[in-house]
């Protein structure tokens, strides 16, 4: 079967991710990605979770409460200074998550764009384990969405093969401009 977008998105994660690690959730939104990251790590894992909107930190917070979780950091912050929550030099991330767009019944104008979203894959890149993946899925279909669409496949679609696998994965016979997956694997 082919797997939809957010499944696929898991799978991906789920299969590159080790117990322990620490990981990143960029996008943090309602906590889906946060609370499934914290599963996959264990409890002597650690989740990084950025997200600059009130609304954003109060959903994520409650979902990681409900569920008993303790291994995650949530960041109000912008993915973009990512660099200042990485403890040292030597540290290692195990893999990252982006869901780019809007927060679902949430304020339309607060998106993600294109120049901080670069900024934060290249900070994240710098870091990640041989074989870790960062995941995007990018949802473009609101204002600006397509510019950040575009911004940010020229420059994953230049990141050196040689050292990175770029894999993009869409269903390309549906409507309204639906989301796809942006992989990117350190190699
Ligand atoms: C599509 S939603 C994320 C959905 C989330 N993964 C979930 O499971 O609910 C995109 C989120 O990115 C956040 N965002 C926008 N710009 C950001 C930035 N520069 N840094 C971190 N988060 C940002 C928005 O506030 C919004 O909550």
């Given at each position: 079967?082919?797997?939809?977008?957010?499944?696929?998105?898991?799978?991906?994660?789920?299969?590159?991710?080790?117990?322990?690690?620490?990981v990143?959730?960029?996008?943090?939104?309602?906590?889906?990605?946060?609370?499934?990251l914290?599963?996959?790590?264990?409890?002597?894992?650690?989740?990084?979770a950025f997200?600059?909107?009130?609304?954003?930190?109060?959903?994520?917070?409650?979902?990681?409460?409900?569920?008993?979780?303790?291994?995650?950091?949530?960041?109000?912050?912008?993915?973009?200074?990512?660099?200042?929550?990485?403890?040292?030099?030597?540290?290692?991330?195990?893999?990252?998550?982006f869901?780019?767009?809007?927060?679902p019944?949430?304020?339309?104008?607060?998106?993600?764009?294109?120049?901080?979203?670069?900024?934060?894959?290249?900070t994240?890149?710098?870091?990640?384990?041989?074989?870790?993946?960062?995941?995007?899925?990018?949802?473009?279909?609101?204002?600006?969405?397509?510019?950040?669409?575009?911004?940010?496949?020229?420059?994953?679609?230049?990141?050196?093969?040689?050292?990175?696998?770029?894999?993009?994965?869409?269903?390309?016979?549906?409507?309204?401009?639906?989301?796809?997956?942006?992989?990117?694997?350190?190699?």
């Open positions: 079967m082919l797997q939809g977008i957010l499944h696929y998105a898991h799978y991906l994660l789920e299969g590159s991710i080790d117990k322990n690690e620490t990143i959730d960029a996008t943090c939104g309602n906590g889906n990605d946060t609370l499934f914290s599963n996959v790590v264990g409890k002597n894992g650690h989740v990084l997200d600059i909107q009130d609304d954003a930190i109060i959903a994520t917070k409650q979902k990681l409460e409900e569920n008993n979780r303790t291994n995650v950091s949530v960041i109000q912050d912008s993915h973009a200074n990512l660099q200042a929550y990485i403890p040292t030099n030597e540290f290692l991330i195990g893999g990252a998550v869901n780019l767009g809007y927060l019944k949430s304020d339309k104008s607060i998106v993600t764009k294109g120049q901080s979203t670069i900024n934060a894959i290249n994240i890149l710098q870091y990640l384990k041989t074989s870790g993946l960062i995941v995007l899925v990018v949802y473009h279909g609101h204002e600006g969405g397509e510019e950040e669409k575009e911004i940010v496949l020229k420059h994953v679609m230049k990141l050196n093969q040689r050292k990175y696998h770029v894999l993009r994965y869409g269903f390309i016979n549906q409507r309204n401009n639906p989301p796809f997956i942006i992989a990117i694997q350190k190699r």
